[in-house]
């Protein structure tokens, strides 16, 4: 007989050629557990409550994975539902890039196709873009490892998911007016968080020269975008002056490097750009529930020449795929453009970022049912970010941090911390 289950349900998100299919069969073959898969769902035509229904009932008897791209519109609708049925769900993303998913795509034997008669490269940009604005319990990169190792690890997560809930005293209460720099630090490393916003605790150590040199870069993004008509001299001198503080001494080579980076900007994006610039740096604050907002600024607001709005956030570069736990992309640009959306009552309205090391943009339209996906995924990140509580994630990131000569848990090398 059947005995109540009390497991969150595992949901396996990832491109296709991630691995979701062979983890999930591997795993319910190996422990019996119920494996179910969005395309059947869809088949059967079933809505989005029937669906977390399905999920639920199943759950209550076996765990259960749900196998999902995470993808479409409705995904953050299933797990807010199945939420409101005291559902517990444990989100892992498995990572592959756009290249590593195409090889393993090809070497399929029975020569799948993508049912929308697309190509994989465009399914595969598509989904990659969609993925952007969803946050995860887990990262697992899986680009060079055996499924069956992926398998034993998600495993070892989801059971430790099953069991782990944080003390009362570990969940930071949200004030009125959360702000997205906090919560960026939140889900990077829950110590340095509490260091910051809980303890109050003064930097200990200096910034790193990589954060002062993207502070510049900000700086001097806001100035040019300020006027259409700035010349690229004017750019560069406008980013030394920004860069020129007392006590920090920039190498020159990498000065060199990031002049290049800002004069190819300039070129690619600045000079030939056919939006207009409304606003720079300008505030933003989406309502969350009745007791509490998340605020920011945000980059630049624009307009295009069909009269679309645009809201952009520029990042120095990409962050390296090893470097866990990502943050999903696009959720700070989408959160930005709903509350211009609100704002300015507009229909639809882009929201995209744009990496300058790269020189490459993800962008997404939103209209207003979209609008409330991405404030689902809002909240579900805060709640995922609550449920983790303030455990240190040492890592790359340490060598970063403010307070990594007092941190028990840093790993950061002797040169970062002298
Ligand atoms: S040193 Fe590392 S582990 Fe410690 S607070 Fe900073 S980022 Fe977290």
């Known amino acids: 007989m059947a ?12 491109v296709p050629g991630a691995g979701k299919s062979t983890i999930a069969a591997h795993l319910s073959s190996l422990f019996g557990y119920s494996w179910l898969n969005i395309d059947y769902f869809r088949e059967l035509k079933l809505s989005t409550d029937q669906i977390a229904e399905r999920i639920r009932l199943e759950n209550q008897k076996n765990p259960v994975i749900f196998e999902c791209t995470g993808a479409s519109y409705d995904f953050e609708r299933i797990l807010q539902r199945l939420k409101s049925l ?8 498995l990572r592959i890039s756009r290249e590593g998913a195409i090889k393993r795509l090809s070497q399929r034997t029975n020569n799948h196709q993508p049912k929308s008669g697309e190509t994989w490269a465009e399914v595969l940009d598509w989904t990659l873009m969609r993925l ?35 003390s009362k005293n570990q969940i930071f209460e949200l004030t009125q007016a959360t702000s997205f720099t906090q919560l960026r630090k939140w889900h990077i490393c829950g110590r340095e968080f509490k260091f910051k916003y809980i303890e109050n605790t003064l930097p200990t150590d200096e910034l790193p020269l990589a954060v002062i040199i993207g502070t510049s870069i900000h700086q001097s993004l806001s100035w040019l975008f300020a006027d259409e008509a700035r010349s690229c001299s004017a750019f560069l001198d406008k980013f030394e002056r920004c860069i020129d503080q007392p ?3 920039v190498d020159k080579s990498e000065l060199l490097k990031t002049r290049e980076m800002l004069e190819k900007f300039f070129d690619l994006e600045y000079r030939h750009s056919k939006t207009k610039t409304l606003r ?31 809201i952009t956030e520029y990042k120095l ?16 640009p989408a959160a930005y453009a709903v509350s211009v959306m609100k704002e300015q009552s507009v229909e639809r309205i882009f929201a995209s970022i744009y990496f300058m090391e790269q020189q490459e943009k993800i962008r ?51 040169s970062d911390t002298s």
């Open 3 to 14: 005995s109540a289950n009390s497991s969150p349900v595992l949901v396996l998100t990832g």
């Open 86 to 93: 005291n559902c517990a769900t444990f989100v892992v993303a």
């Open 132 to 166: 952007s604005l969803v946050p995860a319990d887990l990262d697992i990169p899986v680009e060079g490892e055996l499924l069956e190792t992926t398998a034993k690890r998600v495993n070892r997560y989801w059971e430790e998911a099953g069991l782990s809930s944080p």
């Open 247 to 249: 006590g920090i001494t």
């Open 280 to 310: 720079v740096d300008g505030a933003a604050e989406l309502y969350l529930g009745d007791s509490f907002s998340l605020k920011g600024r945000y980059d630049r607001l624009s307009i295009n020449p069909s009269g679309e709005l645009e």
């Open 317 to 332: 570069r990409k962050p390296k795929s090893n470097l866990l736990p990502s943050i999903p992309s696009l959720i700070q």
């Open 364 to 414: 997404v339209l939103l209209d207003r049912d979209r609008a409330h996906s991405v404030l689902l995924a809002v909240l579900r990140w805060i709640q995922l970010l609550q449920s983790r509580g303030f455990r240190a994630q040492p890592g790359p990131n340490c060598s970063r941090c403010a307070y990594r000569s007092i941190c028990e848990f840093s790993v950061a090398s002797r």
